[in-house]
């Protein structure tokens, strides 16, 4: 059985069909701070059969032991985590908290059980503003924000756990920007209150939930004006874990992977595609930029192809496309969210 955490998440939701379908156990536990349990329900509708679930809170160490007692684990993926670039700059003690200190208590709770497997979201943005661009796994570290380096401080904690343990088997994926919704429209990107991600944030001015896109600067040095980022599949990602999975199960190892494209967009880009996919206008307004964002990132995700034998499938027309399709199917059957 593999236990995902923050598996009622937007990643984690995907990631969990995924594993459904290729025939594994999944055990969900989440504790809804930014998601809702309805979408086991969806999930179990597009995979066919539904996945256990616990609500618990990775800093509850007693709940986690009753999980790895109550169920026989062999590997988790760990997306429970505060991703918030610019709420991190305004709550930095929160982000720290929830994904350090949690996963701490939740890899404590792992070893006692015995289970030494683990695929970690981690994210691009440990690389902070790069130096070169495609970003390859061996770029210096220089995360811009408390996001990034609470990140960066579960890599650092998963490296050394590794030296000191040779015995554990972890995969640290660096995530470039999850996007899009899965093909059957009964699952995607969900945030509870005003979203923090461009791709949510357009979907509901398309679907005229809000009344406006905002583009939080259009004077950085790149051929727009806006921010240039590298936008993958959320079903390519989810995909992605189970490469980890796969590759992990070879032997006892530490391996880092980019999951990306390798091809960046910027904002206006990307309101220009999705206004192509859906037919809507979405009207914009430029805004300052926002703390810690940087001019431009994509990834290099050579080392992916060769060590998860993964690569992404989907581009920027199908990302816009289920987007669009999960947006208008949610408003169109709000009782089931």
């Not at 005229?208 to 806006?226: A, K, N, V, W």
């Not at 240039?228 to 190892?253: E, F, M």
Request: one cysteine or more; hydrophobic letters at 40%.
């Amino acid at each position: 059985m593999i236990l995902v955490t923050g598996g009622c998440g937007y990643i984690g939701s995907h990631t969990v069909v995924e594993l459904l379908s290729a025939g594994n156990e999944v055990l969900v536990l989440d504790n809804l701070s930014n998601s809702k349990v309805s979408v086991i329900d969806r999930v179990a509708r597009i995979a066919g059969r539904a996945p256990r679930f616990v609500k618990a809170d990775i800093l509850d160490r007693k709940a986690l032991d009753e999980v790895f007692k109550a169920h026989r684990i062999e590997a988790v993926i760990h997306f429970a985590g505060l991703k918030a670039v610019g709420e991190s700059v305004a709550q930095p003690q929160r982000y720290y908290e929830n994904n350090v200190a949690g996963t701490l208590v939740l890899l404590d709770a792992m070893a006692a059980a015995g289970v030494k497997q683990i695929v970690f979201s981690s994210s691009a943005t440990v690389y902070g503003d790069p130096e070169v661009v495609p970003v390859s796994e061996a770029a210096p570290y220089r995360p811009a924000s408390p996001y990034g380096r609470s990140k960066r401080m579960v890599e650092e904690l998963l490296f050394d756990l590794y030296a000191a343990d040779p015995e554990w088997r972890i995969a640290v994926l660096r995530y470039f920007n999850p996007v899009g919704a899965h093909p059957s429209a009964f699952i995607g990107e969900d945030p509870n209150g005003v979203p923090n991600n461009l791709m949510p944030y357009v979907t509901q001015v398309a679907i005229g939930q809000r009344p406006e896109l905002s583009i939080f600067g259009d004077d950085y040095p790149t051929p727009d004006g806006t921010g240039i980022r590298d936008y993958i599949h959320v079903v390519d990602l989810a995909l992605g874990h189970l490469a980890a999975l796969t590759a992990l199960s070879d032997a006892p190892t530490c391996l880092v992977a980019n999951l990306g494209t390798g091809q960046g967009y910027s904002v206006k880009q990307v309101v220009d595609a999705f206004e192509k996919a859906s037919g809507q206008r979405i009207p914009v307004k430029i805004t300052g930029r926002r703390a810690g964002d940087v001019p431009c990132y994509f990834a290099d995700p050579s080392y992916a192809r060769t060590r998860l034998g993964w690569t992404a499938q989907r581009g920027l027309d199908d990302i816009c496309r289920d987007a669009w399709r999960w947006q208008s199917w949610a408003a169109a059957h709000p009782e089931e969210l």
